[in-house]
Nanobody, 122 residues
């Protein structure tokens, strides 16, 4: 079973920076991670979950227009562990949301983390 855990959320002033981390881990044997749709998404309570940044099948990253040039996503993988990091700069009040990491893998299509809250105060 693949487990996905996010961390790094918190309270920050507008214009500040935060880095979110996501670690996905599975059994030492047989765990396979895929790029497509792996990435970060966010949700405000009254709205649907939306894309922040995701990897395409070819490894290229799609960013939401609202975060382009401010957020940077990277990943590194070592056998059965995948780390996906989201560096967020010049944060705005509209970035306030619960941030979720999604990891595509060989079991059931993929898994979501439990989410980490980001609050940007103006």
């Amino acid at each position: 079973q693949v487990k996905v855990v996010e961390s790094g959320g918190g309270l920050v002033q507008a214009g500040g920076s935060l880095t979110l981390s996501c670690t996905a881990s599975g059994p030492a044997s047989g765990t396979v991670f895929y790029d497509n749709d792996t990435g970060w998404y966010r949700q405000v309570a009254t709205k649907q979950r939306e894309l922040v940044a995701r990897f395409r099948t070819d490894g290229v990253i799609n960013y939401a227009d609202s975060v382009k040039d401010r957020f940077t996503m990277t990943r590194d993988k070592d056998r059965n562990v995948l780390n996906v990091t989201l560096q967020m700069t010049n944060l705005k009040s509209d970035d306030t949301a619960a941030y979720y990491c999604f990891v595509r893998h060989h079991t059931n299509g993929g898994s979501w983390g439990q989410g980490t809250q980001v609050i940007v105060s103006s």
